[in-house]
């Protein structure tokens, strides 16, 4: 199993930026889909952001952060990044990194359920 590590959350105000980056460690996530989740207070986590193992530019974003948000991979690095511009309050949440289950998976889905393995997260804060 591929442990993660997420870093890069903070405080920012309304309209900044901030990026995130996912190490993993254990083994290569270049097999792998990986994906971004967030839960805000008091409400279930939810998909933000998606990358498919076979290319960066193959990638899958929630309507609500889609045009402000981008997901990419440095495969040789072992790292996943979400760059966040224009954050809202709304965007506050825990944000957590996580790796599929299955590797080389062909289909377009993005469940939480499809992930194994999870990070523990890190605070976003947007102030408004």
């Known amino acids: 199993q591929v442990q993660l590590e997420e870093s890069g959350g903070g405080l920012v105000q309304a309209g900044g930026s901030l990026r995130l980056s996912c190490a993993a460690s254990g083994r290569s996530i270049s097999s792998y889909d990986m994906g971004w989740f967030r839960r805000a207070p008091g409400k279930e986590r939810e998909f933000v952001s998606a990358i498919k193992w076979y290319g960066s530019v193959n990638t899958y974003y929630a309507e609500s952060v889609k045009g402000r948000f981008t997901i990419s991979r440095d495969n040789a690095k072992n790292t996943v990044y979400l760059q966040m511009n224009n954050l809202k309050p709304e965007d506050t949440a825990v944000y957590y990194c996580?790796?599929?289950?299955?590797?080389?998976?062909?289909?377009?889905?993005?469940?939480?359920?499809?992930?194994?393995?999870w990070g523990q997260g890190t605070q976003v804060t947007v102030s408004s």
């Open positions: 996580a790796a599929d289950r299955e590797q080389f998976r062909t289909i377009w889905r993005f469940q939480e359920t499809d992930f194994g393995s």
